[in-house]
C-alpha cells in the first residue's frame, strides 16, 4: 500500500475508468461508487478520465450518484473530447466539448481509410474501421476478437502480432503505427493525436492529456488547489509493446508535486515519478477507501451530540463562549477566542504548572502565556473585523470527539466584498507540546491583494502574563521564535512557530517580522476570485519545567512536526483521542441532550488531565479559564478524579502523584498548626502551600474574610479517598508502596492528632464540612466519618505493607518514624469518634447543633433567580438549615454501606428539602443519591442542572471557565448512580435504574488493568464483556460477587422486580 494514501488528503483524485476503477464495463459499479461518493460529500474533486463515451459511464456509475455533492463529479470522456459535470439537482451538464469540423471528420476518415487500404493491399489481412467515435476513428488490427479485456492484454499483443505478420504484414502494430502517423502528416491531419491498445490504432484528435489539462486548469489553476493535493491513478503508464500506455499521456512532468499510482500490470515497468502498486481495480477500491478514511478523521464528526456549535457573534457572552470552545491536552489550554482579538473577549493559553505572584508575598496564580493565535487579515488594505463592516454568516464549531475548533466566517465589506475565512485549530493530544491552525481565506466576488500575518503576541492585558525576554526568526528565516519569563518562579517558556502556505498558481510573498510587542510571520498576494490560499501554522512549546533547554527542545520539535507536516499531525490528534474516547464515552439512547452533556463532560475532563506530568493536578476550572487563579481544590480528588481512575489510570496515578509530591507541603501545614501527619491545602498549586486567598473585597467595597483555607480540612479525606479509589481500581503495586500508603498513613496521623477527646468521645471541633454556608462547626458529621473511614484505610495499609511488602514496609516506617503504638491509638480514636447523637430515628445530624437552627424548605422560596442564600443575606443563612450543597448526602454516596437503606432515603428526603444548591458541585451528587434510590423525577432534575451548569451557564461564570467538579460528577451521577456501580475491595457491584426514556445505557471501565463493556437495556437485561486480560469479579448489589471469565459475555436478566444474577453466554447463543 502506497503510505502517503494514508496520511494525505488528496483534494483532486482523477483516474482512468477501464482497468483501474473497473475491471470493465459490465462490472457493478455500486462499490466504487459507495466509496467515491463518500469523498464527494466530503469535497473531494473526482475527475474520470475515459476513452468511452458518457453514456457508458454514466449507466455504470453515475446514475448511481445523487444529491449536491454530486457537483464535485467530473467525467472527461471520449478521449479528451468531451468534459460533463452536474448540476444541484444532479442532472449532467457539457462543461467543455471538442467537436470535429467536417473538414477534419473527412480526414480522420480519409487517413484511416488509407492505412487500411494499404494494409489490405500488401497482405490477405483484413481491417475494420471503427466510424462512430466522437473526434476520431479506430482501426481494428484484429476484428475477431470483440471487446477483450485488459486482463488479457499479452494474449491480445501476441495474437494481433502473430495475425499480422503472418498475414504478411510483416510491420506488425508498429508498422500499422508509423504508417497511420505517415497518412495523416501526407493528408494533412497535422496535430493528429495517435494511441493503441494492442487492437486499435486509435487516430483522434484529442487524447488524455486534454483531460488531465483541463483538471488542471479548471479545478487546480482557478481554485488554487496545490498540485502536491492531486493524486492521478491508472493501470497503463508504462510501454505496452513498444508503445506509450494508455495513461502515460495523463502524466505531466512539468506539473512537479503530482502524486501518480499504477494499479496495473505494468510488465515493462513506469516511467520514473510513477509509483506501481499493482492489484487492479481491487487495489484502487482499497486506495480510495484509505482517502474516505482520512476524510471521516478529519471532518466534523457526524454524530451532533458531539458537536458544539455557536452561531453568530455576541460580545457580551463571548469570554463564556470561550470557556466552552478550549481545545487542550492536559499540558496546556487554549481558549476558544477569535483570532483576531474582538470586543469582548479574554484570550489566554494556559500551561498547566506554570504559576507567578503578582506582587512578592502574594498568592501563586496561573500565567497566560504569549498568544499565538494572533493573526490579522487584510483585504485590499483594509483589515478584515468582526467589529467592522457586515457579518455574513460566523459560525464556530467543536469537535469534541476529535479535539478541533472549526470556524467559519464570510464577511462583507463597505464595499461588497464578501471575503471567506475558516480556522481550524488544535492542540495535539498526541503530542502535548504542538499547537496548530489552518487559516483558509477565499475571496468569493472580488480580486487584488490579501495579507495575513500571523504570529505570537507578547503584550497582553491580562491579570499576569509572562514577560517577554526574547524574540528572533529561525534559520533561513523561517519561522520564529518567542522567549518569556514569569517574574518571581523563574520559569521560562518558549514558542517556536513556523508557518506554510500552499502553492498553487497562486505564489505568495512571505517575510518575518519582529516588533516590541510582537514577532510573526506575513504572507501577500494578488488574489482571484474563487481562489482558496491555505496557510498552517505550527507551533511547539516547552518550559523550564520540561527540561533545561526548552529554546532547543521547542525549535527542534518544531523541526521535526514540520517535516511530517500539518496533515499528519492532525491525523495523529484524533488517532489520539479516538483511543481516549474509546474508554471514556457512554453512550445513552433514548436522551440526545443527556447524550451532548455527557460527550462535554468527558471532553473537557480529558483536556483537563495531563498523563505526562505527575507534578500537576487538574484546577477547579481547569486551563480554560483563569477564575480561582488555577488552583487545585478537593474537586480534584472528589469529582474529577474517578472519571480518570475508570477511563484513564495513567492521568489518575499523576493526579495522585501530584499529592504526593506535595506531601512535604501537607506535613508542614500540620506542623504549623502543632498537629501530627499532613494536611492538605485548600487550594494549592506546585508545593503544597496554602493558597486561599485570606479576603476577598466585592463591588461594594466589603472585606469577606475567606475561612475555608482554615476550615475545610476536609480535603485530607478527600485525598486519602481518591488513593484508596484508584488503589481498588488499579491494584497499581507501584504506586501504593511507594506513594498511596505514604499518604494513607500521614493523612490518618493528622485527623488523630486533631480528635479531642472528651467523656471518652472523640471530637473535631472548629471545622468546615462541604456546606460552607455554616463555616465553624463542631463535629461535622461528613468530616467525623471520613476521618474514621480515613483512618482505618489507613491501618488496611499498613497491615498489607506488612504482608506483601515487608521490605519496603521497613523502610517507609523507618523514614516516616512510624511506632507500631500507633496502631492502638488510631484504633481508640476511630472506634469512638463522635458519629451523631441519638435523634430517635435514622436522620443524620450535619454538625452539632445543626437541628436547633431555625427550618427552612427551598421549595418555599421557588422560582428564584439568584442563590438563597443572597436572598437571605449571610448572617441570616448562616442561622437556618439552609446547606449550599451535598454535605451529608455526600456521605450517602461514598459511605453506603454505613446506612442502612431506610436511613439514606429519610436522611436524602430531610436534606433535599433544605439544600440550595449554591455549588455547581451539588446537584451531580444529589442526582446519583436520588438515581440509586429509585426517584427518578428528583434524578432526572438533578441530571439537567448538573448537565447545563455551563452549556447554560447557568451559574452566571462560566466566562471564568469550565466548572471541571460539576463536569465530574456528572459522570459519576450516570456511572454511579443510574448505572448504580458500586467499587469495594473485592469487586464491583451493580444495580441500574435508568430514566424511563433512556432505552439503552453503555459504557467502559478499566478495572484492574482490564476493560470490563457494561451494557444496560432498560428494564430487560445488563450485558458484561470481560476483557481478555483478566477475569473479574462482578455482581448485583445487594446480592453477592460472581466469578466472570476473562473472555466472557454475562447476562443478568431484569424479572420484573429486581436485576437476577449474572449467567454466562455460550458462544454463538443469542
Known amino acids: 500500500m502506497y503510505p502517503k494514501i494514508k496520511k494525505h488528503p488528496f483534494k483532486i483524485i482523477a483516474f482512468d475508468w477501464d482497468g483501474t476503477a473497473v475491471a470493465n464495463r459490465q462490472v457493478d459499479a455500486g462499490p466504487v461508487a459507495d466509496v467515491l461518493e463518500e469523498l464527494m460529500r466530503f469535497g473531494v474533486q473526482i475527475v474520470i478520465i475515459t476513452g468511452t463515451n458518457f453514456g457508458n459511464i454514466d449507466s455504470q456509475f453515475c446514475s448511481l450518484v445523487t444529491g449536491p455533492h454530486k457537483q464535485n463529479l467530473y467525467v472527461c470522456t471520449d478521449r479528451g473530447s468531451e468534459v460533463h459535470g452536474f448540476d444541484e439537482d444532479s442532472k449532467p451538464v457539457l462543461l467543455y466539448g471538442r467537436k470535429a469540423t467536417d473538414e477534419e471528420e473527412a480526414l480522420l476518415s480519409k487517413v484511416a481509410e488509407a492505412v487500411k487500404n494499404d494494409i489490405e493491399s500488401h497482405s490477405n489481412i483484413t481491417i475494420d474501421i471503427v466510424y462512430k467515435r466522437l473526434n476520431r476513428r479506430k482501426i481494428d488490427l484484429i476484428p475477431e476478437w470483440e471487446n477483450p479485456p485488459k486482463s488479457q492484454i499479452g494474449e491480445l499483443l501476441e495474437k494481433t502480432e502473430a495475425r499480422l505478420v503472418q498475414g504478411g504484414f510483416s510491420g506488425g502494430i508498429k508498422g500499422a503505427f508509423a504508417m497511420t502517423i505517415e497518412y495523416s502528416k501526407q493528408l494533412g491531419l ?85 509509483i506501481h502498486v499493482g492489484g487492479g481495480p481491487d487495489c484502487f477500491l482499497r486506495l480510495m477507501k484509505e482517502q474516505a478514511k482520512i476524510y471521516r478523521k478529519i471532518e466534523l464528526t457526524e454524530d451532533p451530540t458531539f458537536l458544539l456549535v455557536r452561531e453568530g457573534f455576541d460580545d457580551m457572552r463571548e469570554r463564556e463562549v470561550e470557556s466552552l470552545l478550549t481545545v487542550g491536552n492536559g499540558y496546556l489550554g487554549v481558549r476558544g477566542s ?222 521535526d512536526c514540520c517535516a511530517r507536516g500539518f496533515n499528519e499531525l492532525l491525523l495523529d490528534n484524533v488517532d489520539a483521542w479516538r483511543a481516549r474516547w474509546d474508554i471514556a464515552a457512554i453512550a445513552v439512547e433514548g436522551d440526545a441532550e443527556v447524550q451532548s452533556w455527557l460527550n462535554f463532560a468527558a471532553y473537557h475532563l480529558i483536556i483537563a488531565g495531563n498523563p505526562h506530568d505527575e507534578r500537576v493536578s487538574i484546577s477547579a476550572r481547569t486551563l480554560t479559564g483563569t477564575i480561582y487563579k488555577g488552583h487545585v481544590f478537593w474537586d480534584a480528588d472528589m469529582f474529577m478524579l474517578p472519571f480518570f481512575v475508570y477511563a484513564h489510570p495513567p492521568t489518575a496515578r499523576a493526579m495522585l502523584k501530584y499529592r504526593h509530591h506535595t506531601l512535604p507541603g501537607a506535613r508542614k501545614e500540620a506542623q504549623d498548626l502543632s498537629l501530627k501527619g499532613a494536611l492538605y491545602a485548600w487550594e494549592s498549586t506546585v508545593t503544597g502551600e496554602e493558597m486561599t486567598p485570606e479576603f476577598v473585597i466585592t463591588p461594594t467595597g466589603e472585606v469577606i474574610l475567606i475561612l475555608t483555607g482554615k476550615m475545610e480540612q476536609h480535603i485530607n479525606t478527600s485525598v486519602s479517598y481518591g488513593v484508596w479509589s484508584y488503589w481498588m481500581a488499579t491494584r497499581d503495586e507501584d504506586f501504593f508502596v511507594n506513594a498511596g500508603a505514604e499518604i494513607l498513613i500521614e493523612t490518618a496521623r493528622f485527623w488523630v492528632s486533631r480528635a479531642e477527646e472528651k467523656d471518652g468521645v472523640f471530637h473535631i471541633y472548629n471545622v468546615c464540612g462541604p456546606d460552607e454556608y455554616h463555616e465553624i462547626v463542631n463535629d461535622s458529621i461528613y468530616t467525623n466519618l471520613k476521618a474514621v473511614w480515613s483512618i482505618d484505610r489507613a491501618a488496611d495499609s499498613v497491615a498489607y505493607l506488612k504482608e506483601s511488602h515487608a521490605g519496603k514496609w521497613s523502610e517507609l516506617k523507618a523514614r516516616i518514624g512510624f511506632d507500631d503504638n500507633e496502631l492502638l491509638e488510631w484504633d481508640n480514636v476511630a472506634s469512638n469518634m463522635y458519629k451523631d447523637a441519638n435523634h430517635g430515628n435514622n436522620l443524620i445530624e450535619q454538625f452539632a447543633g445543626y437541628f436547633d437552627l431555625e427550618d427552612i424548605d427551598v421549595y418555599e422560596y421557588e422560582p428564584r433567580t439568584v442563590p438563597l442564600d443572597m436572598l437571605l443575606g449571610r448572617e441570616e443563612t448562616s442561622l437556618t438549615q439552609l446547606v449550599k450543597q451535598a454535605d451529608v448526602v455526600m456521605l450517602l454516596y461514598l459511605l453506603e454501606n454505613d446506612f442502612t437503606p431506610e436511613a439514606v432515603e429519610e436522611n436524602y428526603k430531610y436534606y433535599e428539602r433544605r439544600t440550595g444548591h449554591g455549588s455547581s458541585l451539588s446537584p451531580s451528587m444529589y442526582g446519583l443519591v436520588a438515581a440509586r434510590l429509585g426517584l427518578e423525577d428528583l434524578a432526572r432534575r438533578y441530571l439537567h442542572q448538573a448537565g447545563t451548569i455551563d452549556l447554560a451557564n447557568n451559574m452566571g461564570n462560566a466566562s471564568g471557565g469550565v466548572h471541571a467538579a460539576a463536569l465530574g460528577g456528572l459522570w459519576q451521577q450516570v456511572i454511579m448512580g443510574f448505572a448504580g456501580v458500586r467499587v469495594q475491595v473485592d469487586g464491583i457491584y451493580v444495580y441500574p435504574r435508568l430514566l424511563k426514556e433512556w432505552t439503552r445505557l453503555g459504557f467502559k471501565l478499566m478495572f484492574h488493568g482490564n476493560v470490563l463493556q457494561f451494557d444496560v437495556e432498560h428494564d430487560r437485561q445488563i450485558t458484561v464483556v470481560v476483557g481478555e486480560k483478566s477475569g473479574a469479579s462482578i455482581g448485583i448489589f445487594g446480592g453477592s460477587l460472581q466469578a466472570l471469565q476473562s473472555g466472557g459475555v454475562y447476562k443478568s436478566l431484569w424479572d420484573g422486580n429486581t436485576w437476577r444474577e449474572f449467567a454466562k453466554v455460550e458462544e454463538g447463543a443469542a
Not at 464578501?418 to 502535548?432: K, Y
Open 190 to 274: 497535422d496535430d493528429a493525436r495517435l494511441t493503441t491498445d494492442v487492437k486499435h490504432v486509435e487516430l483522434g484528435l484529442t487524447d488524455k492529456s486534454d483531460s488531465i489539462n483541463w483538471a488542471l486548469e479548471e479545478l487546480s489553476y482557478k481554485r488554487n488547489i496545490p498540485f502536491t493535493d492531486i493524486l492521478i491513478l491508472g493501470d497503463e503508464f508504462g510501454p505496452i509493446a513498444g508503445f506509450e500506455g494508455s495513461d502515460f499521456l495523463t502524466y505531466k512532468q512539468d506539473a512537479e508535486g503530482i502524486d501518480y499510482i499504477s494499479v496495473g500490470k505494468e510488465p515493462n515497468g513506469v516511467p520514473e515519478g510513477v
Open 338 to 559: 477569535i483570532e483576531e482579538r474582538v470586543s469582548g473577549s479574554e484570550p489566554a493559553t494556559l500551561v498547566a504548572g506554570v504559576y507567578d505572584r503578582a506582587k512578592e508575598g502574594e498568592i501563586e496564580e496561573l500565567v497566560v502565556v504569549p498568544d499565538w493565535l494572533h493573526t490579522r487579515i487584510y483585504v485590499g488594505g483594509e483589515q478584515l473585523h468582526l467589529d467592522t463592516g457586515h457579518i455574513v454568516e460566523h459560525r464556530r464549531v467543536l469537535d469534541m470527539k476529535k479535539g478541533i475548533l472549526r470556524r467559519e466566517w464570510r464577511h462583507r465589506d463597505e464595499r461588497g466584498r464578501i471575503t471567506s475565512v475558516s480556522m481550524l485549530r488544535f492542540a495535539s493530544l498526541a503530542d502535548p507540546h504542538v499547537l496548530a491552525l489552518k487559516i483558509s481565506i477565499t475571496p468569493e466576488n472580488h480580486q487584488g491583494e490579501i495579507r495575513v500575518g500571523t504570529g505570537i503576541e507578547l503584550c497582553q492585558k491580562m491579570a499576569l502574563v509572562a514577560i517577554p525576554t526574547d524574540r528572533r526568526v529561525l534559520e533561513e528565516d523561517i519561522g520564529v521564535v518567542a522567549v518569556s519569563k514569569t517574574n518571581f518562579s523563574d520559569i521560562t517558556i518558549v514558542q517556536a512557530q513556523r508557518s506554510r502556505i500552499s502553492t498553487g498558481i497562486v505564489k505568495p510573498d512571505y517575510h518575518t517580522h519582529i516588533e516590541e510587542c510582537g514577532v510573526g510571520e506575513f504572507f501577500s498576494w494578488q488574489a482571484e476570485a474563487g481562489q482558496t490560499v491555505e496557510i498552517e501554522k505550527i507551533v511547539s512549546i516547552y518550559t523550564s519545567r520540561d527540561t533545561d533547554d526548552p529554546e532547543r527542545e521547542a525549535v527542534d520539535n518544531l523541526r
